[in-house]
Every structure is written in structure tokens, then in C-alpha cells.
């Protein structure tokens, strides 16, 4: 980013900071009614009572995703293409779930409206040629259609694998891959002034995810560590490639935990769940992007840092208004939203596996 | 007196005239023998050589009349449509006077009600909700599932087979349900079949690139000097994969493998593959592989038999004569499918044709609402075509309805369709007032004053009558290409014809054409002073246009206190007088020094009372946007003498060229005057063009132009006139 931009992005990222929600905020909002909160979000319209129950769900989690993706094109006005690449590129993760969405509804042949009640409506920045995949009939049709595109490798490789196979399960990991692997190649395109404090907050979100899935592929789904590892994204700080070699290698979950430098170890000591594992490994990134937003020099890392905390934000909002639509009890929700410790057993890893 | 006169005057004559004809007889006899058989002879040649040309100018003219036959039969209509195109044709500045229409009809009528109005192309459905909380029904969503899927298909459908678009409509008729239904069923069907040929296609493709892959290896392996022969078969100890993967994969497939104790080894790459070897010892870990290989795309190769003993040769002919057999499987694919095509062409141009019978009622969708048999849709109309529309629905409709119409409020004024004005000869200009934006309804359309000081401009700032003639002459020339734009380069060109007449300027000679007005770069403060006059018309018309537009939508205040309102333009034309006295004078004068101050005084109380802020802040911005009044109209003003600039630059520019070309021979002068023209052409013509749009967007548009309507856009039925 060239210097002019930079304290307004700055700037924009401490306006907007603001709007952040603090455990304790979360917190409090777990105490709120439906209508409380509502009236807060300025969600009225859509919690309104005659509409149905998954409605409701649905058009609050698509305003908040809406709010969020809104936002990010704000921030990234500012920005030079590389580094405009960069976040758009996270933005796009709910352009994932909408071919997710897809894939398997076409795969499990669902009705088109079935379909499309679960797909998002995303702004053009961040939006696959949906429109033209949602016409497809079937999933082949589909692969074929995604071929013609920006993910025509994958399309092409998941197709092959799904004539064999008939399960969406490799073409699923291509896809999230990519999704990473793009992440990292549009990382290595942002100048050194801003990378060096993107690739430590990017690092600390691929860590996260390469952790989760080489736990996730190994002992869950049972692979091969040479099945595991060609799933894997290298991450650009803690579980670079030739770690995660060495990782995929060991064979109980302890021994993993017990391997991984730190500050996973320390963070991670004692969990005995993949959900623990996950639940901890998601405090991990939020207080890396806090670090970032708070003494951070970069303007792109602190937008990013930004994002990812406003993200996690809206889902707990999300996760408060959903459990409350769906009658749950308040320590149940404070639960999902991190705010208390779940005092039930966790499920021991034996048990996951 | 009479016999007088005849025998002293008449029989001499008579007398002298029989002397004559008898001595012209005498000379005249012998060449007239001489010439007779020599005109006999022409004559036959005459006949036996212009009877075949006389014969082909027969056949000739009776082609003519044959091709000219329906071009002439055509005329009357031809005439016709152009007299309907004439009358149809405005300069309007002010818009088209709109009615809100609300139709109500029997549900089962809607299909019908949908054609008609599409028919007569003047409805411009509203989409917004109702306000009778009864009407909250939304029918025909099953209709316009069915259509989309049938549409779809059929567009998946036209990429495999050519299928038209608009094909004739003889017959306009409503389409039912059960009828779209059955249409859908038809198009799956053939869809099915169609994408069968595109997989076949991409089969066969999909072969075609491994058997180039192939020939890529051969030429490889034939270059290594090892046994290759051995890697076709496991050893006891050693397990061998040689293939191709993806470039992209290469890198974590080796890492991966190197987890079952492989080695991956690259011998070749090409395009977006990787050729591979893996190699590795046999045991536990090498069934890991299969599955990392098949998720990595890894395509293995078939290693040549005996390549240490084949002759290379032979096994590319082999690979060549496979490419063979793939082509002419290809060949006979499309052989195959335009048989198909032939088969259903019938039947997919009627599926064409009910599509877009249904399509109406899909598009109007959105607008209807209903209520048990009741529905009602709403749309915009304009009043002049009101009355032809009910006409319409009461000849068409088989059961009651009833229309409503009523004048737009003022809070609907954003909602209300801008009717374009239709013009041929402002099409262009049409184009690129839209590149700013669509007049706001109520505002004015400002196309034609668009075009016509755009020409003036352009032409002022480009005159040359060479130059002009040769824009209007290529714009005229590549017609077809440009489309309907290429109007825009024939007047743009005309316009600096014109000018360069008045300039005497012909490719930049001044002294061939004698200037029927004055050269510009003889007389340049008289162009300076005509340009900032032609700037102070400009940018007052500009604010009356303003002040126009809002007292259209009754929004007194800005008409009088707004950004180039009444104050702003008293304080202008103030400045304008006060300017020009001091220039004459050597005074301001009193009056416009009055109107200058009492304006700007207006305007700082207008901004003051509208200003909620601390007061230094107050006091800072009323200053800043007095002062931003003051200088901006100076600024605006003086921006126009680039109009005078660039007919100096023009001509500046012309007679560098011909110094430089007065500097060469006969040929070197020919090839700059050639090649200065060019440069003239292609630079400044491009600058003098973006120059006039600045003025015009900047200056002019943005002074009175919202731009933030929205074009009326009426339903219609796509097709072609049968």
C-alpha cells in the first residue's frame, strides 16, 4: 500500500472498531429477548411474528452477512489490487458455502427451491456465476459448468474423483483448499510493509485450519498421512510444510498436541476433543486479530484483523437470535457463543474417532 | 408589285438554287455510290455485333427488374415505416407526461392481459407492492418456474445447436400452463439427447489431449538413455507410476508420496501437466498412493512396449493414426448431431416461439397481486397512450376489468419511467447523455441541446473542411460496424466541415479556400472573446435549466438558494456585466456591484441557516462555499476558453505540419502533409472530443442534470414481424 492511504485506512479501521462486540458485550446480550435484540440490530423486519421460524433464521443470518460483506467493500476502497485480492479472497468463503450449498443439493437431487432457500445472496464482488451453476441439472452438469471458471482444475479433478467415487468428500477438500491456496498466493503478492504483520494474523488463521484438518483427516475419517498431508494447505507461519510432514506422521492425537510448536502448545495443552481443540484454536486466531487491530502498523492487516473479529461477532449475534428462535436455554447459547465453559463431559477423542 | 418583286429578286434565286442542287447532285452521286455499300456493311454489323449486347442489357435490365421487383414492392412500406418513424420523432425538452395505471382483472385473464400489454409496448410494470393488504396473493410462481426451466434448457440447448432468437410470431396467443408444461417436458427431453453430444465432444477431446501427452512422452523417453522398458512392470522390490498430474498438484503430490517412502521425480512439462515418475519399495505404504493419486488427478502413461526395441517412428504413426481415428469420430459426431438438429428444428423453434408468447406474463410477475380471482397489476403508461391501452384490453379480454389511471404524486417522481426521446438523428447523443444518466421524470431531457452544442463545440474547436470530410467519410464508410453511432462521426465530421469553411481551412492549407467568416489563428483574441461569451450562454442557459427542473418538482427553495439557482445566477450574471463595464469602463458599476453583494450575502445566510455546527465551524464553511461561489463561476467561465484554444492549436498544429513539409521534396512534402493530417487527426481529433465532453458533463450537466432516473422500459413480445 502506498503511504497516502494508510492512516485513512487506518483511520476507517478505528471508526469502525467500534462497532466490535467484547465478550462481556456478548455476554450481556445473551440476557436480551428476541425483541430486545431486534429492536438493538434494528432486525424488527425481519423477526417479524408471521413469518416462520427458518425464515427468520435465514434472512437474519443473510442481513448480518450483508452487513459484513458491505463492509468489507468499504474497506478495501482504499486498497491497491493485490491487497483488494487479499480480502475480497476471505470474502469469498460464503461463495464456498453457496457451491457447497449447491454441490450437495444437486448431488443429493434436491428440489431447486429447496436449493435456493439455502443459498445466500451475496453482493457481485464476492458472487460465483451462481445463476448459471444453479441452472444446472445435476451435479456432473454442474462440474462441468464450474470447469468453464476459476475453478476449473478442481472442477475437473472433483469431477473425475466423483465418477469414481460418487461422494462429494474430495471435491469438498479441493474446493476448501483452493480457497486457502489463494489465500496464501494473493498473501505473497502484498508488499513486505504490510505482509510481514498479514502473513502473522493469515498464518494464525491457516494454522488453526491446517491443525483442524490434519486431526480431522487422520483420526476422524481415518486417512492415510499421505492422504492427509496432499489435503493440507501449508500455513506461512507455525505448520509450514515441512511441520505438517512431520505431524501427519504421528499416530495418536496427544502425540500431535505434544509436537506442535508454540504458541499451540502452550494453547492447546490438556484439550482432549477435536472440539476442544477447535474452540481453543478460535480464541487463538480472535486474540491474534485483537493484537493486530490494537498495535498493528499495517492498514490491511488491521482491516483483516478487523473482518475476522466482526465476523466472529455477527456469528455469535447469530448464534444468540438462532438459539433464541429455536427455544433454547440461556446456558446452552452462552456455551455456543464461548462465553461460558461447557460443564458436560466432552467427548473424549476415542469416542470422536 | 408583287410580279416586280418575283421577277427581279425570286426567279434569280430560284434560278441560283437549281444550280446549286444540280452541281451538289453531281459531286454528291459518286460518293454516295461509294458510301452505300460501306453503310450497308455497318448496318449488318451494327445488327450482328449490338443484337448480343442488345440482348444482354435485356436479360440485364429483366434481372434488375426481378431483383429490383421486391426492393421496389418494398418501397411503400419502407416509406411507410419511415413516415411512422417521422411521426413518431421529437425534439422534446420537456418529458413525456406519464399516468399511473392500476389494472384489475379476472386471475384466469392474466396470461390474456399480459400479451396485450406487452403487444402494444407502452406499460412499464411497478413492482412495488400494493397497498391493500388484500391483494398479498402472488399467482403464477408455478407458471414462471416452469418457464424458467424451460428457458434454461432451451438456452443450454441453443450452445450445442443454432436456434433463432426472435423467430416470426404469426399467431399471438396465450400459451397455458398445461401447454408450458408440456414444452418443459419437450426441452428436457432434448436437452438430455444435446448434452449427450457435449459430453461425447469433450470425451473425445479429453482423449485427444492424453494421446498428445503421449506423443509429448514418447519423444521424451526416446531421448533417455535407461531401460524404460523396465518400468512397465513392478519389480519384486521396486513399485514404478509414470504419468502425468496437473502442474499445480506437483508439489504437495511429492510431499505427499514422501510420506509413503516415494521418490517423485519431473521429466517434462507442458502446458498446465507435469510428467512424473514415482518410484518407490514395494510393501505396506504403497497402497496409500492409489488413493493420493487419484485425489492429485494423476493420469498414468503407457509406457511404449519394447521402446529400446521399437522404432520410434512407427509408434508415432501409431499415436498419429489414433489422432485420426478421433477426428473422424469427431466428424461423425457432428454429422450425427446436425442430423439431430435437422430432426428437431421444427419443434425446438415452436418450444422458441411459446417461450417468448409466455415470456410477458414471467416478466410482469413481479408487478401482479391477487386475491382469490381477483388480480391486479400495476405499471406506468404513457397518458397519450392510455386510452389506446383500454381499447386494447377491451378487445382482447374475454371477461370484465378495469383501469385505473392517475397522474404520478410527487413522491413517486423518482419511481416514474423517463420516456427516451426517439430520433435517428439523436440516437448517438442519446447514448452518451446515458453514459451520465437517464433524466430524472420531470426533468429535462437535455439530448438535443446535448447534440447540438456538442456539434457547435466540435466543430468550432476542429474546423478543417480535409479533416471533417474525412471523420464524416470513414464514419459514413464503416457504417455497418459502428451501427446506428455512426451518425454521430457523419455530423461531428459535417459540423467541422462547416466550420472549416467559415475557417478557410482545407487539410490545413489556409490559403486554397477562401474563409467565409475568418482564420482563428489571424484573429485570436476575437475567437477568445467569442468563446467566454459562448461560456457566459452556456453556463446561464445551464442554470436556468436548473432552476427549471426544480421548480418542476416544486422544490422552490433550491430553485432560488440551491447550487445554481436564481441567487446564483443574478450573482453570475451580475459578475458577467460587472466585468464587462470594468473592461470597457474601467467600472464595476453600481447595480451589478449591488446584485453581487446582496447575492452573495443571500446565499452565506441561506448556508448559515442551513448549517448545524459550532459557529467558528459555521463561520469557516459559509466563507469557504462563498468564496468556492465566487471563484467557481470565474473558473467555469474561463474553462471555455479552451474551445477558443483549441481552433488555435488546431491551426497551430496544421502549420507545423506544412512548415515541416515545405522543408522536403515533392515527395517528402506529399508524405508529412499525409502523415501531419493523420497525427492530427487521430490526437487532437481524440483530445478536441474528450475536451467537449468535459464541458458538457462538467460544465453543463452537472449544473442541471441529475441523471438518476430511470429509463421506461414497456413489456414487449420479442419477436420478428412475420
Redesign the interface.
Known amino acids: 500500500m502506498t503511504l497516502a492511504p494508510q492512516p485513512y485506512l487506518n483511520t476507517r479501521v478505528s471508526a469502525m472498531s467500534e462497532r466490535l462486540l467484547t465478550s462481556d458485550q456478548i455476554a450481556a446480550l445473551c440476557e436480551l429477548s428476541l425483541p430486545d435484540l431486534a429492536e438493538r440490530f434494528g432486525l424488527e423486519p425481519l423477526l417479524d411474528e408471521q413469518l416462520d421460524r427458518r425464515t427468520k433464521s435465514r434472512a437474519v443470518k443473510q442481513a448480518l452477512i450483508n452487513t459484513l460483506l458491505d463492509e468489507l467493500r468499504v474497506l478495501i476502497r482504499p486498497m491497491n489490487a493485490n491487497e483488494a485480492g487479499l480480502l475480497l479472497a476471505w470474502g469469498r468463503k460464503y461463495a464456498l458455502f453457496n457451491l457447497k450449498t449447491l454441490l450437495r443439493g444437486k448431488l443429493y437431487e434436491l428440489d431447486?427451491?429447496e436449493i435456493s432457500a439455502n443459498l445466500y445472496e451475496l453482493p457481485a464482488h464476492v458472487r460465483l456465476p451462481q445463476q448459471e451453476l444453479f441452472?444446472a441439472?445435476g451435479v456432473l452438469?454442474l462440474l462441468?459448468k464450474l470447469e468453464q471458471g476459476p475453478y476449473s482444475?478442481i472442477a475437473?479433478?472433483g469431477r473425475?474423483?466423483f465418477e469414481?467415487k460418487r461422494e462429494p468428500f474430495?471435491l469438498e477438500?479441493?474446493l476448501d483448499q483452493r480457497y486457502y491456496g489463494e489465500m496464501v498466493r494473493r498473501l505473497l503478492q502484498v508488499s513486505n510493509q504490510d505482509g510481514n504483520e498479514l502473513k502473522h494474523l493469515l498464518g494464525a488463521v491457516l494454522d488453526r485450519v491446517g491443525l483442524l484438518w490434519l486431526l480431522r483427516f487422520r483420526f476422524s475419517y481415518g486417512?492415510?498421512?499421505?492422504?492427509t498431508?496432499?489435503?493440507l494447505v501449508p500455513s506461512v507461519r507455525l505448520l509450514h510444510?515441512d511441520r505438517?510432514?512431520k505431524l501427519?506422521?504421528l499416530e495418536t492425537f496427544d502425540e500431535i498436541l505434544a509436537a506442535l510448536p508454540e504458541p499451540l502448545t502452550t494453547r492447546l495443552a490438556g484439550s482432549t476433543s477435536l472440539m476442544e481443540v477447535q474452540r481453543r484454536l478460535g480464541g487463538h486466531v480472535t486474540d491474534e486479530a485483537r493484537r493486530t487491530l490494537a498495535n498493528g502498523q499495517s492498514g490491511v492487516a488491521r482491516a483483516l484483523a478487523y473482518l475476522i473479529l466482526r465476523e466472529h461477532g455477527v456469528l455469535a449475534l447469530f448464534s444468540i437470535i438462532q438459539g433464541q428462535l429455536l427455544g433454547l436455554p440461556r446456558e446452552l447459547i452462552e456455551i455456543a457463543v464461548e462465553v461460558s465453559e461447557p460443564n458436560c463431559p466432552a467427548d473424549s477423542l476415542a469416542d470422536a474417532a | 408589285m408583287l410580279r416586280q418583286l418575283s421577277t427581279t429578286h425570286l426567279r434569280p434565286l430560284t434560278r441560283r438554287l437549281r444550280q446549286v442542287g444540280t452541281k451538289v447532285r453531281t459531286q454528291l452521286a459518286p460518293l454516295l455510290e461509294q458510301a452505300e455499300p460501306r453503310l450497308i456493311r455497318l448496318r449488318e454489323a451494327a445488327t450482328t455485333r449490338l443484337r448480343p449486347l442488345a440482348q444482354r442489357i435485356g436479360q440485364a435490365a429483366s434481372a434488375a427488374r426481378s431483383r429490383l421487383g421486391p426492393m421496389i414492392a418494398e418501397m411503400p412500406h419502407l416509406a411507410q415505416q419511415l413516415r411512422a418513424e417521422a411521426a413518431q420523432a421529437e425534439f422534446r425538452l420537456r418529458p413525456l407526461p406519464m399516468k399511473h395505471v392500476r389494472l384489475l382483472v379476472i386471475t384466469d385473464d392474466l396470461p390474456q392481459a399480459s400479451l396485450t400489454l406487452a403487444e402494444t409496448e407502452s406499460f412499464h410494470p411497478d413492482t412495488r407492492a400494493p397497498e391493500a393488504q388484500m391483494l398479498s396473493g402472488i399467482p403464477g410462481r408455478d407458471y414462471r418456474?416452469l418457464y424458467q426451466?424451460a428457458r434454461?434448457?432451451l438456452e443450454?440447448i441453443a450452445k450445442v445447436v443454432p436456434i433463432d432468437d426472435t423467430p416470426p410470431i404469426e399467431q399471438v396467443r396465450v400459451v397455458g400452463h398445461d401447454e408450458l408444461r408440456a414444452v418443459n417436458e419437450q426441452l428436457?427431453e432434448r436437452?438430455a439427447e444435446a448434452?449427450r453430444f457435449?459430453e461425447a465432444f469433450?470425451r473425445i477431446d479429453e482423449q485427444d489431449r492424453f494421446v498428445r501427452e503421449q506423443q509429448a512422452s514418447l519423444e521424451n523417453f526416446s531421448n533417455l538413455h535407461i531401460d524404460l522398458g523396465a518400468l512397465r512392470n513392478k519389480t519384486r522390490f521396486l513399485d514404478f507410476y509414470v504419468g502425468v498430474v496437473?502442474r499445480?498438484?506437483v508439489r504437495?503430490?511429492q510431499?505427499?508420496?514422501?510420506?509413503?517412502d516415494h521418490l517423485l521425480f519431473t521429466y517434462l512439462e507442458r502446458g498446465?501437466s507435469t510428467h512424473v515418475v514415482i518410484v518407490g519399495p514395494r510393501g505396506e505404504?504403497e497402497g496409500?498412493?492409489a488413493?493420493?493419486l487419484?485425489?492429485?488427478?494423476f493420469q498414468p502413461l503407457p509406457i511404449p512396449a519394447a521402446l529400446e526395441d521399437a522404432d520410434p517412428a512407427h509408434k508415432r504413426d501409431e499415436l498419429a493414426t489414433q489422432r485420426e481415428q478421433l477426428e473422424a469420430e469427431r466428424a461423425g459426431l457432428r454429422r450425427e448431431l446436425a442430423d439431430w438438429e435437422q430432426t428437431h428444428h421444427d419443434r425446438l423453434l415452436e418450444a422458441q416461439r411459446a417461450l417468448l408468447l409466455a415470456e410477458p406474463f414471467v416478466t410482469l410477475d413481479p408487478s401482479i397481486r391477487s386475491a382469490g380471482h381477483l388480480a391486479a397489476l400495476a405499471g406506468w403508461v404513457p397518458a397519450r397512450a392510455v386510452s389506446e391501452l383500454e381499447a386494447r384490453l377491451r378487445g382482447s379480454l374475454a371477461l370484465p376489468f378495469e383501469l385505473e389511471q392517475r397522474a404520478p404524486t410527487a413522491n413517486e417522481r423518482p419511481l416514474v419511467p423517463s420516456v427516451p426521446i426517439k430520433h435517428r438523428l439523436l440516437a448517438p447523443f442519446t447514448m452518451l447523455v446515458k453514459q451520465y444518466g437517464i433524466p430524472q421524470y420531470g426533468e429535462v431531457d437535455p439530448t438535443p441541446l446535448f447534440a447540438v452544442t456538442f456539434l457547435l463545440m466540435f466543430g468550432s474547436m476542429f474546423g478543417d473542411v480535409g479533416q471533417g470530410a474525412t471523420i464524416a467519410g470513414l464514419a459514413w464508410a464503416f457504417r455497418e460496424k459502428l451501427g446506428r453511432f455512426y451518425l454521430f462521426g457523419v455530423m461531428a465530421g459535417l459540423s467541422s466541415v462547416l466550420f472549416g469553411f467559415l475557417y478557410g481551412s482545407i487539410f490545413g492549407y489556409e490559403e486554397v479556400l477562401p474563409a467565409l467568416w475568418t482564420s482563428p489563428i489571424h484573429h485570436p483574441i476575437l475567437m477568445l472573446k467569442i468563446a467566454l461569451g459562448y461560456g457566459v450562454v452556456f453556463i446561464a442557459v445551464a442554470c436556468l435549466l436548473a432552476i427549471y427542473n426544480r421548480l418542476v418538482v416544486k422544490d422552490i427553495a433550491a430553485a432560488l438558494f440551491g447550487h445554481h439557482g436564481l441567487v446564483n445566477l443574478i450573482f453570475y450574471l451580475a459578475m458577467v456585466f460587472g466585468g464587462l463595464g470594468l473592461a470597457g469602463s474601467g467600472e464595476l458599476g453600481t447595480t451589478p456591484l449591488l446584485l453581487i453583494l446582496l447575492s452573495l450575502a443571500a446565499l452565506a445566510v441561506h448556508a448559515w441557516r442551513h448549517l448545524d455546527a459550532p459557529f467558528s465551524e459555521k463561520v469557516l464553511v459559509v466563507f469557504i462555499e462563498t468564496l468556492e461561489t465566487v471563484v467557481g463561476y470565474i473558473s467555469n467561465t474561463l474553462s471555455f476558453l479552451r474551445v477558443a484554444a483549441f481552433s488555435l492549436n488546431h491551426a497551430a498544429l496544421s502549420l507545423a505540419v506544412l512548415t515541416l513539409a515545405s522543408m522536403m521534396g515533392p515527395a517528402g512534402h506529399l508524405i508529412t502533409v499525409i502523415l501531419g493530417n493523420l497525427f492530427v487527426l487521430v490526437l487532437e481529433g481524440g483530445i478536441v472530443m474528450i475536451q467537449v465532453m468535459r464541458l458538457q458533463y462538467y460544465e453543463g450537466f452537472s449544473r442541471y442534470f441529475s441523471g438518476d432516473g430511470h429509463e421506461f422500459s414497456p413489456l414487449r413480445l420479442r419477436r420478428r414481424a412475420a
Do not use: F, H, I, T
Open positions: 431447486q427451491s441452472r441439472e452438469e462441468r482444475l475437473r479433478q473425475e474423483v469414481q474430495a477438500a479441493a486417512l492415510s498421512p499421505s492422504e498431508y496432499y489435503q510444510r505438517l510432514l501427519v506422521n | 418456474d426451466q434454461s434448457r443450454k428436457g436437452w448434452s457435449e469433450r496437473p499445480e498438484n504437495r503430490l510431499g505427499a508420496v514422501s510420506l509413503a498446465d505404504k496409500q498412493l488413493s493420493v487419484s485425489s492429485a488427478s
